[in-house]
């Protein structure tokens, strides 16, 4: 594949958020065997808009942004037709299988247990946003993430589905406040640690939570992930 992969996280000002995109991107580049770029919308550097500027080689862009929103549908658009050269933007990281895998496995790392049927509700809590199109997004990521759970309780003999809620921080949506009941169990649609993060983690505690996850991090799924999105792009393999 003659090209170099690039991805393009937010960013954000807590050191610890952006080193997840720099793993993501650094173990999708030794996988495919590209040279990888982690890049970021603002916050930290190095900054996408300079990234693609910066190469004449085809560029496979992969974006690792959880669902649409104004920078998927506005920004990065923007950037990479000023760019210009031979690059290729996809589409938005999640929602996908893969990603609520990882979430069922940070789950499990926090304490939950599907095959025993303790909880009577997930609730996935999401940054959130101003697009409809992510309220959208948001609805399928929590359906995946009920599926996870439900086969995972399938496989114990465990067959009722589990209810899945939607919380966002900001913008459309119910908070947490108004979504977490005592005893339900939060999975964070969030990739990275940081201010978001550190918000649902309490907002959901003071609701009642009885367990919050781990942000979804670098996980080996989305790390298969990203390499299928880039592969999809080269068209060397069917999509992702």
């Known amino acids: ?45 190095p900054l996408f808009e300079d990234v693609v500027a ?17 920078h998927l549908r506005q920004d990065l658009p923007r950037m990479a037709r000023a760019a210009g050269g031979s690059l290729v933007l996809g589409r938005p990281f999640g929602p996908h299988r893969l990603v609520a895998a990882a979430q069922l ?21 999401a940054a959130g946003s101003s697009d409809p199109l992510a309220t959208r997004d948001l609805t399928r990521a929590a359906e995946l993430l009920g599926e996870a759970w439900s086969e995972a309780a399938g496989a114990a003999g465990a067959t009722s589905p589990v209810e899945v809620e939607v919380a966002t921080l900001t913008a459309l949506g119910r908070r947490p406040a108004e979504v977490v009941r005592p005893g339900d169990v939060v999975s964070p649609y969030l990739l990275s640690p940081g201010f978001f993060a550190d918000r649902a983690a309490r907002e959901c505690r003071e609701a009642g939570a009885a367990l919050v996850a781990d942000v979804i991090g670098p996980h080996p799924r989305l790390v298969e992930l990203v390499a299928r999105r880039a592969r999809a792009l080269a068209r060397i393999e069917q999509p992702a």
Do not use: W
């Open 1 to 45: 594949m003659d090209a170099r992969l690039v991805t393009v996280a937010h960013g954000t000002r807590k050191g610890g958020g952006n080193e997840i995109a720099r793993l993501l991107t650094d173990a999708a580049g030794e996988e495919l065997g590209l040279e990888a770029v982690c890049s970021y919308v603002e916050l930290c550097e």
């Open 54 to 70: 910066a190469s004449a080689t085809p560029t496979l862009v992969v974006p690792l942004l959880l669902s649409t929103g104004f």
């Open 105 to 125: 496995e940070r789950l499990r790392e926090a304490g939950a247990r599907p095959e025993e049927r303790q909880v009577g509700r997930l609730v996935l809590v």
